[in-house]
């Protein structure tokens, strides 16, 4: 059997398999990309950098500036973004002409991915016009997480692994951490965009805003870690659930060290904060992946005891 790495272009033709690995391959590309593309976005806001080119879309007014580092970073934040939107096009119009070779959702998530694009793209516009208002630099972080976890979501929806089942527990814990861990990078947004960090240690200004995002690690933290426990103490998970959620406890221990080590820095050291902001993501991811196979893949028992309650209530 063919793996989904292993099919070449020339054989595409008319197999619906093939086609279905390679709009696989195409999202995980996106998926990766994306999260690229949000490293090169935190490191142009560290380095102060959102507004080295003061218009938009162009840049000083030319496709391809004269460059200084801050240009460049935005300049080439700008330029990633823009592939990304090419390949969102290029999946919508893939998964409309191969939609009877993918499942029924694909060209419906497929339009949303390039709706949330769009979006993503007038607020980065916005970023630059409002001059870096701190609540479109957080709208516009939070819907670039929103766009990674539903790249994220389509390629587990695609993946070629066979599911043994998952427990109700974890459809519901999973989802909740991960609401947790999204509603905690949207407080680090605002912290980051209103330099609440800063403002707080010399100025004694927004440390409301600081702190909600430190106590905002407690819940985040043991939402995770009801995940990890109950995926330890559950002997039937499938191998790759079990691996997937064993991945958060190095996650969240790393996490919170950068966030510490960021915060008695004070900032000081911009490759901590970035650091900081994408195992945030990846943590994000891998709680969306753990969510999206943990409902793909229910268990046999507990659909039929689902069904069952469901009967009983009619």
Avoid at 48 to 58: H, I, N, T
Avoid at 91 to 98: K, N, P, T
Avoid at 157 to 178: D, E, F, H, M
Wanted: hydrophobic share 55%; with cysteine.
């Amino acid at each position: 059997m063919l793996g989904p790495f292993d099919v070449s272009p020339l054989t595409l033709g008319s197999d619906p398999s093939v086609r279905r690995q390679w709009i696989f391959r195409l999202v995980l590309l996106m998926t990766v990309f994306t999260l690229f593309l949000m490293a090169v976005g935190s490191a142009t806001r560290v380095m102060d950098a959102g507004l080295a080119c003061p218009d938009w879309p162009l840049c000083f007014g030319t496709l391809v500036p004269q460059m200084n580092l801050q240009i460049f970073l935005e300049w080439f934040h700008r330029l990633l973004a823009t592939s990304l939107g090419l390949l969102a096009i290029a999946f919508v119009g893939l998964s409309v002409a191969w939609r009877s070779a993918l499942p029924p959702w694909v060209p419906y998530a497929a339009a949303a991915a390039l709706c949330l694009v769009i979006v993503q793209g007038i607020l980065g516009g916005l970023t630059v016009t409002e001059l870096l208002r701190f609540e479109i630099v957080t709208a516009h972080l939070g819907t670039g997480l929103l766009f990674f976890g539903l790249l994220a979501t389509i390629t587990v929806g695609l993946a070629p692994v066979s599911g043994g089942g998952s427990p109700r527990w974890l459809r519901i814990a999973g989802p909740v951490a991960l609401l947790c861990i999204y509603s905690q990078s949207l407080l680090g947004g605002l912290v980051s965009s209103q330099w609440a960090v800063h403002q707080c240690l010399y100025g004694d200004r927004l440390c409301g805003v600081l702190h909600s995002h430190l106590m905002g690690v407690v819940p985040a933290t043991l939402s995770v870690l009801v995940v990890v426990i109950g995926a330890w103490r559950s002997p039937a998970l499938t191998p790759l659930l079990r691996q997937l959620s064993f991945s958060l406890l190095p996650l969240v221990a790393l996490q919170v060290a950068l966030g510490w080590s960021t915060l008695q820095l004070k900032l000081q050291v911009p490759a901590l904060t970035v650091a900081h902001q994408m195992i945030g993501a990846t943590l994000l991811g891998v709680l969306v992946a753990i969510s999206a196979l943990a409902w793909r893949d229910r268990s046999p028992h507990s659909l039929k005891q689902e069904s069952s309650t469901s009967l009983r209530s009619a």
